[in-house]
């Protein structure tokens, strides 16, 4: 292993920035160029059809025959255009990856004669294996059937591999009973059951608004080090994660490489798949240095949720493609390095009439913030009845490392607001009662034209917040960098829907009564700001002092996956899923069980490569190294020196035979804790096991291995080193 570490060292050392040469002189001109978006289907489809594809999307009905037919025709004719020979369903099973079977355009005639087919019903439907991924239960092994339906709100694409081009078509994922099993499909029925939530409360402001799109914009960290180096670390292969390391005398404690200058091979990696996901319809616009050595960032305009998702999905998939052309690994792991900043995938998210007002941006007119104030009041609403929901929406055994650790958000779920908004609230709180009579100016009256007409960056950002407004969106921070969205902007969207559908359920009782629309309005808010108020928090999050200060708000704090997805499986989550239609008890209880089970095999997969890295390589070059001290420390007695010569080696000794002691009791100890674990039967029970009592070994281990790498000679250690991985470019 030491030999491989130095060859590894010795190759990332003589790596040189890969040239990259773009397309076009502007972006903008290759800007979808792979996509078979808006005017691909003007220039390859008859005008008829044309028209009634785009109605069936606007509308969201079901597309016709004889329309799939006409855009399969226009479909294979662009993509072989392109030199396409394939194409794919392409979907999100609950892997956590995206899935493809590839079919070749390529058919036979019912005379033999070779043909290029695709037709409608190939577009439309497909019939994966459904057994061999993710169920929950719903299916046995031996019940294979699934289907893949075309999603034709997100457009084809033409990905190309090793030469091989490939039109790839975006699907959900079904059993053949009917259950969903993907994120794709959830995802769709939260963003249909939150728009028609939210065009019913618009048209107490605007009869004109007939449909409410959810944006979202994803920011995305990532980690860059060596392929050699990579491969170096049988760990990071195996889990995406250094499970040992000391940390190097210098970490991100000068903040030097924050907004730094970009390294130039890195930069040559950025600029590389940014031209792939500019082709691909991907409009990213910011790219730099993040807080943590070799750590970087990049983020995209905002798109519709669903369409956004979709190509962050494409876009991890894309920078670990073009990274090993550049002999480069991207790191998606939430905290691959101890001791420096993790890594988060922030999802921006906000909703816009079809009237062009943004949902959550005050207007320069009182009526336009009362607007404002409902949805933004009804948000947080939501996220104070549902913030277990919500935290269980982003846990995964990864995220656990990163939530709470002194660079994320803590795993309690809060809002910040900002000051100047947090003191719009407690105004509203105060006068909202305050009585009106003939002739009042009902929104000077109430307070509401307080609120000024350009809020953007009015108030300071707070990184430490889970869930943030940023001006004219909220920022769900949580997410973890190597997650699907779509656990979580499902989750946010069905909350927030449920919330607004109580909203406006409410104020129509208050109207019936007799009261004023806006009266009526306000005093619902006004009740949803008192009883939300503990969700709020504009202070370091980060901070001990707030999670006493959340406990005694009576806030959770729930810090590990298996008690956080406990939240998935109440009486409360399951009524509020089906009532929108998102979840049926079964799905929800089916993603219950698969969530537990990919905690369960990664927290084994790491125990098992931390045991075999610590027995067959770590002890070994410590009892190595320590014979070497004790062949000096005989050669010292031998010379006629006294003790005192020797005393500090011997003393050396004594330490590394302690941490080897220390190690391999843990790691047997850890692997019996393992089997007692894996003979439980029950999913849950087994998941808090590894949890509490597998995972539990992890952090000794570590330590006495950690010391040991202080202690043996450099040249002898088998690892590559955090200063290795985290200060090669």
């Not at 994660?241 to 200058?261: I, N, V, W």
């Not at 949580?478 to 909350?495: D, E, H, I, R």
Request: charged residues 25%.
């Amino acid at each position: 292993m030491a030999i491989l570490r130095f060859k590894a060292l010795e190759l990332a050392d003589t790596r040189q920035p890969l040239p990259v040469f773009t397309s076009a002189e502007r972006r903008s001109d290759n800007f979808g160029k792979n996509v078979f978006n808006l005017d691909a289907m003007r220039a390859n489809m008859p005008g008829e059809y044309f028209k009634k594809l785009q109605n069936a999307i606007k509308q969201g009905a079901a597309v016709e025959r004889s329309v799939a037919d006409a855009v399969a025709a226009a479909m294979k004719t662009w993509a072989m255009a392109k030199g396409a020979t394939h194409y794919t369903h392409w979907f999100q099973p609950l892997t956590g990856s995206t899935a493809e079977k590839h079919d070749s355009f390529f058919d036979l005639n019912s005379d033999g004669r070779p043909i290029e087919n695709f037709k409608g019903s190939a577009l439309v439907q497909q019939e994966p294996d459904a057994s061999s991924f993710p169920n929950g239960g719903i299916r046995n092994t031996f019940e294979a059937r699934g289907y893949t339906a075309w999603d034709p709100t997100s457009p084809a694409f033409i990905i190309e591999t090793a030469g091989a081009k490939t039109l790839c078509i975006p699907t959900i994922f079904v059993a053949y009973t009917g259950e969903a099993l993907d994120y794709k499909a959830p995802l769709l029925k939260s963003l249909a059951a939150l728009e028609k939530a939210a065009v019913d409360v618009c048209q107490y402001f605007d009869k004109d608004v007939q449909r409410v799109n959810t944006t979202l914009g994803i920011e995305q960290e990532y980690f860059l080090v060596d392929k050699a180096l990579f491969n170096a670390r049988p760990d990071l292969v195996l889990t995406g994660r250094t499970l040992f390391g000391h940390a190097p005398a210098k970490g991100q404690q000068l903040e030097d490489h924050y907004f730094g200058s970009i390294p130039s091979r890195v930069h040559a990696f950025m600029l590389d798949f940014e031209e792939e996901a500019n082709k691909l319809g991907i409009p990213l616009r910011t790219r730099h240095n993040e807080v943590a050595p070799n750590q970087f960032e990049c983020a995209p305009t905002f798109e519709d949720a669903n369409l956004a998702v979709d190509h962050n999905q494409l876009l991890m998939d894309i920078m670990d493609r073009v990274a090993e052309k550049h002999d480069l690994k991207v790191l998606l792991h939430e905290k691959p390095f101890a001791g420096v900043n993790g890594s988060g995938k922030h999802n921006n998210w906000a909703m816009s009439t079809d009237t062009g007002v943004n949902l959550l941006a005050p207007g320069r007119k009182p009526k336009e913030n009362l607007q404002f104030l409902t949805f933004f009041v009804n948000v947080i609403k939501a996220v104070h009845t549902h913030g277990a929901l919500l935290r269980a929406s982003i846990a995964s055994a990864s995220n656990d490392h990163r939530l709470g650790a002194n660079e994320a958000p803590p795993a309690i779920m809060s809002v910040f607001v900002g000051s100047m908004l947090d003191s719009v609230l407690d105004e509203l709180e105060r006068t909202a009662k305050v009585p009106l009579d003939k002739g009042d100016n009902i929104y000077l009256k109430l307070g509401i034209d307080k609120i000024p007409a350009i809020l953007l960056d009015n108030t300071d950002r707070n990184r430490t917040s889970p869930f943030a407004f940023t001006g004219n969106k909220f920022e769900l921070r949580a997410v973890g960098s190597s997650a699907n969205c779509s656990s979580a902007m499902t989750t946010l969207n069905a909350v927030v829907a449920d919330q607004l559908i109580e909203f406006k359920k409410s104020v129509d009782e208050l109207i019936e009564q007799g009261k004023k629309k806006e009266v009526a309005i306000v005093d619902v808010l006004r009740e949803y700001v008192i009883s939300s108020k503990a969700i709020r928090f504009e202070g370091n999050g980060y901070s001990q002092e707030w999670e006493d200060e959340a406990a005694r708000r009576g806030l959770p704090n729930v810090r590990t996956t298996p008690q956080a997805l406990d939240a998935l499986v109440t009486a409360d989550a399951e009524a509020l899923f089906a009532r929108h239609g998102i979840f049926s008890t079964v799905e929800l209880h089916a993603r219950h069980e698969i969530l537990l089970e990919e905690y369960i095999k990664k927290i084994q997969i790491e125990g098992r490569t931390m045991g075999d890295l610590a027995i067959n390589h770590i002890i070994p070059t410590a009892v190595a190294y320590q014979t070497k001290l004790i062949e000096n420390v005989r050669g010292l007695r031998e010379l006629g020196l006294d003790d005192e010569h020797s005393q500090v080696t011997v003393d050396t000794i004594k330490a590394i035979s302690r941490h080897i002691s220390t190690i391999k009791t843990e790691v047997d100890a850890m692997t019996n804790s393992r089997k007692v674990a894996n003979k439980l039967e029950d999913t849950h029970a087994r998941a808090i096991a590894y949890c509490d009592t597998v995972k539990a070994h992890f952090d000794t281990i570590r330590r006495s291995t950690d010391k040991l790498e202080l202690m043996v000679a450099d040249e002898d250690w088998p690892l590559v080193k955090y200063r290795e991985l985290l200060f090669r470019h």
